[in-house]
């Protein structure tokens, strides 16, 4: 990358550092960096939306659609939240290739499931096997993707299920008495309201998220943990002009310290964020900044 | 080849007795629920063991952040900080190549290097980092009337601290501190999917769970399978702490009982 790098033999200390962090391997250790904050950015969203319907649905007057909301809540709690990554990552493949295979290839008469294989017709692989490598890498990362806001989303849908049952009462009488119809008082009244309320669920709710990164790992995406597993090991000078020890207990120092970094600034924002939203609720963080006089 | 035989060979499969080798083919509802239950003593052993000797440091932790010392402030803060600001994912990758590095020098390190040591340690930190957080919580939340009493009745020191300070600190904590327990049982099914080797296939639930969905390439029967170990290692956790719970508040009328009200968070 710099001039002075062309002969790592020269180098010595400080220099040969700064070379040996940019050649273009570790460039893919940076990179995915981006690939845990475009997952994070994405997902957060996501998630938010999944957790809005969710918390909609469980307080539907509909008895079904109250039904499948809770249930949809519920169902992620009590179980190792890694099972279910590993579940709906092949689960959600699977029902893939199985939709496509019925569409694109009606005249199949084999099973599909064929003991311990799960064949379905070379029309209907995901992502086809002639695509090239990267349309396999954007395909596992949208699954990872898919499956953190499937997950996350049920987690967030009970916070804002909690906050939607936390605004007071008196405001949406309030509302309905001034004439509001349903509708108008779900968007004037309950969703401005209830932000407040959820804040704090879901600023936690971020941390986690942030925790969770990692496990894409575990889902096949080759993230930080993959590149620092692969860098970090013993390198030979046969292969490469950068040899060194097993370093990968200094690489995992290096994402400890940057998770570390990240959730506290996350903190520090969120809190920030929640003072300024307190200001005039009615809610005690709400009411002590009134008797400071603020 | 019934269900018995299945369950005489596998059943304690995980801690390394039985049938050598694990199925290759045929996997019967038998061999799945056998196996990944066989492997739920390894979850168990974690959860256990890493739970009451994390109950311990949780204490010390919490007692050290609340503190007039500001070194022993600083230093409960920022161990529980560490713990809880950082995946559990990477502590168990930090933790393991750092045990590896360590046995070099200090070969009786090297058990730290397998997952029973190792993992247990690391699982040990994370609950006592979190259970002290809690705790501390607690501990600033101690009525205090309770205090004044405690001192009108000429309490000080150690016998003030074991009569009314721990016992109100417990009985405050205590829901949080369910939640927490039934979070760390979860969390150890990280331990054999990080980078602790599952030495002989000698593994976890979650590590068989996906054994079996890796070689039969479906996913619907092992993990809802785990699923429901876990659903019901999670009942029985409720029930034990809820009976710990009504020890506690067993001087409270009735209706005054604090409910445990079961809510768990996601991944550390």
């Given at each position: 990358m710099f001039e002075i790098?062309?002969?790592?033999?020269?180098?010595?200390?400080?220099?040969?550092?700064?070379?040996?962090?940019?050649t273009p391997k570790h460039l893919n250790l940076f990179y995915s960096v981006g690939t845990v904050l475009l997952l994070l950015l994405i997902t957060a969203p996501t998630a938010l939306l999944f957790g809005f319907g969710g918390a909609v649905m469980a307080r539907s007057k509909i008895l079904l659609i109250k039904i499948v909301g809770n249930a949809y809540i519920s169902i992620v709690r009590g179980v190792p939240d890694i099972a279910f990554f590993l579940f709906f990552v092949i689960a959600i493949d699977q029902?893939?290739?199985?939709?496509?295979?019925?569409?694109?290839?009606?005249?199949?008469?084999?099973?599909?499931?064929?003991?311990?294989?799960?064949?379905?017709?070379t029309a209907a692989k995901?992502?086809?096997?002639?695509?090239?490598?990267?349309?396999?890498?954007?395909?596992?990362?949208?699954?990872?993707?898919?499956?953190f806001a499937i997950v996350f989303g049920a987690f967030a849908a009970n916070v804002l299920y909690g906050a939607m049952r936390a605004v007071p009462k008196a405001q949406i009488e309030t509302a309905v008495s001034f004439g509001m119809t349903e509708r108008?008082?779900?968007?004037?009244?309950?969703?401005?309201?209830?932000?407040?309320?959820?804040?704090?669920?879901?600023?936690?709710?971020?941390?986690?998220?942030?925790?969770?990164?990692?496990?894409?790992f575990l889902l096949g995406v080759e993230d930080v943990v993959y590149w620092a597993r692969e860098l970090g090991g013993t390198k030979t000078a046969k292969f490469t002009s950068y040899p060194h020890g097993d370093w990968r207990v200094w690489y995992f120092l290096g994402l400890l310290?940057?998770?570390?970094?990240?959730?506290?600034?996350?903190?520090?924002?969120?809190?920030?964020?929640?003072?300024n939203l307190s200001r005039g609720s009615a809610t005690l963080g709400g009411d002590l900044q009134r008797y400071v006089g603020r | 080849m019934s269900c018995l035989d299945i369950i005489a060979d596998y059943g304690l499969r995980s801690i390394g007795l039985g049938e050598r080798l694990l199925p290759r083919s045929d996997f019967t509802l038998c061999h799945q629920f056998t196996l990944i239950g066989s492997g739920m003593i390894w979850n168990i052993y974690f959860g256990t063991?890493?739970?009451?000797?994390?109950f311990i440091l949780a204490t010390l932790l919490a007692l050290g952040k609340a503190s007039k010392k500001i070194y022993l402030r600083k230093l409960s803060g920022w161990f529980i900080f560490v713990f809880r600001g950082s995946p559990l994912f990477i502590q168990f990758f930090f933790a393991y190549f750092l045990f590896l590095s360590l046995k070099q020098s200090f070969t009786f390190l090297s058990p730290l290097t397998s997952a029973w040591a190792g993992a247990l340690f690391v699982l040990f930190c994370n609950t006592a980092a979190y259970s002290g957080e809690i705790f501390y919580g607690a501990l600033q939340a101690i009525p205090k009337s309770?205090?004044?009493?405690?001192?009108?009745?000429?309490?000080s020191g150690f016998s003030r601290f074991r009569r009314i300070v721990w016992p109100t600190m417990l009985r405050l904590a205590w829901p949080a501190y369910t939640n927490e327990a039934i979070f760390l049982f979860h969390a150890t099914t990280l331990v054999f999917f990080s980078s602790f080797p599952a030495w002989q296939q000698r593994g976890d639930a979650l590590y068989y769970a996906n054994y079996f969905a890796d070689k039969t390439f479906n996913p619907f029967i092992p993990y809802p399978i785990l699923a429901g170990y876990f659903i019901l290692l999670t009942l029985i956790l409720i029930g034990l702490f809820g009976l710990a719970n009504r020890k506690l508040n067993i001087h409270l009328p009735k209706d005054k009982h604090t409910k445990i009200k079961f809510r768990v968070r996601l991944i550390r």
């Open positions: 790098c062309i002969d790592p033999e020269k180098l010595s200390g400080l220099s040969w550092l700064t070379c040996y962090i940019t029902l893939l290739e199985w939709t496509r295979h019925k569409i694109l290839c009606p005249e199949w008469s084999e099973p599909i499931r064929q003991g311990n294989d799960f064949v379905v017709c995901l992502p086809l096997s002639s695509s090239p490598q990267w349309i396999h890498e954007v395909y596992g990362f949208l699954l990872a993707v898919f499956t108008k008082v779900f968007h004037r009244i309950l969703i401005p309201q209830m932000w407040i309320f959820a804040l704090p669920g879901l600023g936690n709710l971020w941390m986690i998220l942030i925790k969770a990164t990692p496990l894409l310290i940057f998770y570390l970094a990240f959730t506290r600034v996350s903190e520090l924002i969120i809190d920030n964020l929640m003072k | 063991l890493a739970l009451a000797s994390g309770d205090l004044e009493a405690a001192d009108a009745y000429g309490l």
